[in-house]
T-cell receptor, first 115, second 113 residues
Framework: DSGVTQTPKHLITATGQRVTLRCSPR?????VYWYQQSLDQGLQFLIQ???????AKGNILERFSAQQFPDLHSELNLSSLELGDSALYFC??????????????FGPGTRLLVL | AQSVTQLDSQVPVFEEAPVELRCNYS??????LFWYVQYPNQGLQLLLK??????LVKGINGFEAEFNKSQTSFHLRKPSVHISDTAEYFC???????????FGTGTRLKVLA
């Protein structure tokens, strides 16, 4: 158990809908990262937040947005969903103090199926 | 721009045999290198990382990796694998001063009895 929690575990929805994925980082971690894992694209970095502020952006679509709240939990919002958005979405956290050398601790993921 | 290439998508190996999972990276600046493991239906877990110093890095579960700057490689090795090592292994690279991590496409290690 990494200490990172993600809800829900599974999500089934229809095209055009909007969903919110939630992540609680490990106690004491200030950085949260979001990743998308799909069969065709592999593991793609989406976005990183540090202590409430966006710090780095990867291959995140404009239909997707994220935020980190004062209690440090984070939410990833996916809107106007398409079939191709079906994937496993991981959240990871790290202390956030040492930059790119830090170990990231991954949650168990949310499996999204868009029908 | 950085990139990571994992040359083998699948590696079958018999139990107690040695294994090497290959990873090559491309970067014009210095890098940090990581190996993560993903067991079925779980998130990723760090095996080991290279930040600086000794090029031979030892990790958990008997794994080790060697950083080779001239070959731009960071291959993962284990002298004797167990059935429980069956998992997907990801190589990743990041750069000092940035916060982005680039992951390879993964190598599925299948340990056979």
């Amino acid at each position: 158990d990494s200490g990172v929690t993600q809800t829900p575990k599974h999500l089934i929805t229809a095209t055009g809908q909007r969903v919110t994925l939630r992540c609680s980082p490990r106690s004491g971690d200030l950085s949260v990262y979001w990743y998308q894992q799909s069969l065709d694209q592999g593991l793609q970095f989406l976005i990183q937040y540090y202590n409430g502020e966006e710090r780095a952006k990867g291959n995140i679509l404009e239909r997707f947005s994220a935020q980190q709240f004062p209690d440090l939990h984070s939410e990833l919002n996916l809107s106007s969903l398409e079939l191709g958005d079906s994937a496993l979405y991981f959240c990871a956290s790290s202390r956030g103090l040492a930059g790119a050398q830090e170990t990231q601790y991954f949650g168990p993921g949310t499996r999204l199926l868009v029908l | 721009a950085q990139s990571v290439t994992q040359l083998d998508s699948q590696v079958p190996v018999f139990e107690e045999a040695p294994v090497e999972l290959r990873c090559n990276y491309s970067s014009s600046v210095s890098v940090y290198l990581f190996w993560y493991v993903q067991y079925p239906n779980q998130g990723l877990q760090l095996l080991l990382k290279y930040l600086s110093g000794s090029t031979l890095v030892k990790g958990i579960n008997g794994f080790e990796a060697e950083f080779n700057k001239s070959q731009t490689s960071f291959h993962l090795r284990k002298p004797s694998v167990h059935i429980s090592d069956t998992a997907e292994y990801f190589c990743a690279v990041s750069t000092p001063g940035t916060y982005k991590y680039i992951f390879g496409t993964g190598t599925r290690l299948k340990v056979l009895a």
